[in-house]
């Protein structure tokens, strides 16, 4: 029912035109035992990318930071024993050269929309971008920094809409549902939603994930955790296990419909 | 795959607790040709309601404000002809009694949700209220809103979702599928999605209207014109008759996967 | 060092074009006591207009509504014992002709500066109309109201800034400091402030009323009581009387930079 | 009238508690003759410290992005021939280094408010950072931000509103004057004011300026150039030599009344 989207390829994973994307994981990477976990319960209920914060920004320095470099051999052990691509965040130029060898894509989060930096830096690499929206990013403002990778030479760019802020407070964001079709219909990147993030709500994320869908989307990416009330960071919009096949079971209803098929 | 809500009846159309509300119609009752042409198509294509602006709110007072009492006879017309009934909205306390015996509910518009003297007046009628929210209305004002009417006797009562003023401006409003969403959890009105208004923009109301039901709506308010190039008010984000009968033809097979039925 | 404005005349005191509006009195009228009390004290101070409301609208239908018709007693002494001008709310086009005789002035509230119902009734009195900006009103919107009033045939609108609804928090509304500026380059309407709900905080009262006059304010509307802690309704945004008392103070020390007099 | 601050000191000029700052120069730096020409008459009008822009962040990637280490020369020279510090503004932790020698404070663009990245990099420095509020962040996450210069060594911070992203279409940003007042009650930061970006029009400058400082801002940065609609970036919110004479002339007749001082 949607425009044609490039494909981008992230591992053996192909994502847009009609391929869709299920990322899960944990929102921070605590230690090996629960990516582990976490990996193969997810990968069991279908998802085809992993996720995990090894570098986290968050709003107070007091904050848990994420596990920086120690993360590295928990994800090495997902990989491998998934066979998964695996994504996360890089907050920082400096960071690429280490975070090369272990991703097969690299996500901007909604705080570095605006970074162009580290978006020039990102565009000279060969490994896919994930561009999460800033949460005050203007669509056209969105659109225009994945311009800032693509003129650097790298067009294998993702957009991934995560809520943005609003007068609202029920919600921690408000989901653009908008924005996803905008996006269908005035450009060519793929588009993923987030609605870990942009409800804020364990409780909304399944409804806001089937209707991402139904906007158009080519892929989801959650968050997922064993005790999401034990988890570091947003346990209080993190699925649990059953939440997260439960979810999985409805997209599968739902792909059909759109076209759009989920592959292992 | 949502909690139970009230039923609300509008004529003998019943919406809510798994009935789905399919509302169509002008944006303003222009003459009764064109009431009557619209109505008798969105019947045919599966519309199961009937609306038409009689008194329109516009932002100049040069704009037209809709035909006023000249649109009764139209609306007559349209009702007899379809057997349908008719929605439209009430901007003043000192219509109702002139519209009470025309309409089969009374629509509170955007700009009159915090218009407590109105909701009051219409808590004392035996009408159902289609209550949109405010576009920047807090959810919890607007169901406060909605306790107005309750409170003063009326317990008809269908939210409606309609967008919300924010900084993006490549879409008239931000559709807050959020809402849809966190509405069905923690109340019990049916709640109705306006991507009409929700996106402004004619080529986003079927995505939109799509991921409102999967979000969890239990009904649709749709702005259709026989030539939205030519319609009095709102054309760039009205339906042809051909776009109205493909966005229904879609509605029809998302309906089942959410256990909700399209009753004529 | 601002553009000319057209002067509005409320009782006999003169508005705009260097005369300054000092505007004071309770949220609520509460009792004949409280309001006598509070209009001698803001007189004292230097106010030259009272206000207090008969007709609250508030956000739930449990939240206490005004004394409506049993304060219109407690507004004639107020008028009485001070000889100055009063102003209310008006939030309902059937309350005009029961406060016509009592009031100086009608007031817009925030939250019907949309309900052009009200407006076109207003313009066809001859009392001076203070229309609030809507919490979420453009400015252009907000002119293209007042024309509402203008183009019934009533000219005498004064606009009041009293703070929008953005993301932020801290505040319970952003006021909006650049419309004060805006309006004095782009319309000849006078314009006045309201840091009370502007602010929402008493502590903020103060600084942000200094603020409106250095960017051109033709007037000030405050809320005092005697006990805010005690008041019905926003005493966290209240001042008492020696804390207006200080304001006046130092809005004194400004006015002269400005080429503006407070008229007794 | 309002709280005591710590003093920062930027080169000679100390900032806070009494002493204000007026920060003035062009947008970007285009070549040295147009910063020694600027640069010489704010300083004949009042300014005491000086800024341009080296490095650009701008929305688009073919947007003209600031000169680079080519403007380090002119940098060299204006100082010399004013001796006024100079600032400006650092996006990447990578910059740190070269930027040193030649800066006498970094300023913290309103992109980068949340680059936590950056932000740490620069705690470890001895240069003060003058920290914009990201357009969309709350003051309560600006605070924390600060926070991670501060843990991280440094704490010469000022904090500088440049206005917010909202709704309203009329001006650039909304300048958000309560959040100065709201810092100078809450935190003991120093505060200044950008009214240029805070308005976006070069009409707006002078009375938002003396808002902000009515207010009890702490400072002011201002665009200047010799011709605006002839600059690279910025034009219609920049002051030209006259228009920011006669700012000066008004910001000295306020600052008594707020008992702070312009030292040269």
């Known amino acids: 029912m949607h425009t044609r989207t490039n494909t981008v390829k992230i591992g053996q994973t192909l994502i847009g035109d009609g391929h869709f994307a299920l990322i899960a994981g944990p929102c921070s990477i605590e230690n090996k035992e629960i990516l582990s976990e976490t990996s193969k319960s997810v990968q069991n209920s279908g998802a085809n990318l992993l996720r ?19 993360a590295f051999e928990a ?11 695996f994504i996360s965040e890089v907050t920082d ?3 690429i050269s280490d975070l090369m060898p272990l991703l097969d894509a690299f996500q901007v989060g909604s705080r570095n929309m605006h970074n162009y930096e580290l ?6 690499t060969d490994k896919p971008i994930i561009l999460k929206r800033g949460f005050s990013g203007l669509i056209k403002e969105w659109i225009l920094a994945a311009e800032y990778i693509t003129s650097a030479g790298n067009d294998q760019v993702i957009l991934c809409e995560r809520g943005i802020r609003t007068f609202e407070t029920a919600t921690r964001n408000t989901f653009d549902i908008n924005a996803i079709a905008y996006v269908k219909e005035n450009c060519s990147f793929p588009i993923i939603a987030d609605p870990s993030h942009g409800t804020g709500k364990t409780s909304l994320v399944k409804p806001i994930s089937l209707a991402a869908i139904a906007a158009g989307a080519d892929g989801l990416m959650i968050e997922v955790h064993p005790q999401p009330a034990q988890a570091l960071s947003d346990g209080f919009q993190t699925l649990n296990f059953n939440e997260f096949q439960s979810l999985v079971h409805h997209v599968k209803q739902m792909l059909p419909l759109f076209s759009k098929t989920l592959e292992a």
Not at 56 to 68: A, H, V
Request: net charge positive.
């Open 52 to 70: 995990g914060g090894i570098f986290k920004l968050r709003t107070s320095p007091n904050s848990f930071q994420g596990l920086g470099s120690e």
């Open 75 to 85: 994800v090495r052990l997902a990989k491998e024993e998934t066979g998964l691509p």
């Open 93 to 95: 130029p400096r960071q």
């Open 119 to 124: 978006l020039k830096e990102l565009g000279k």
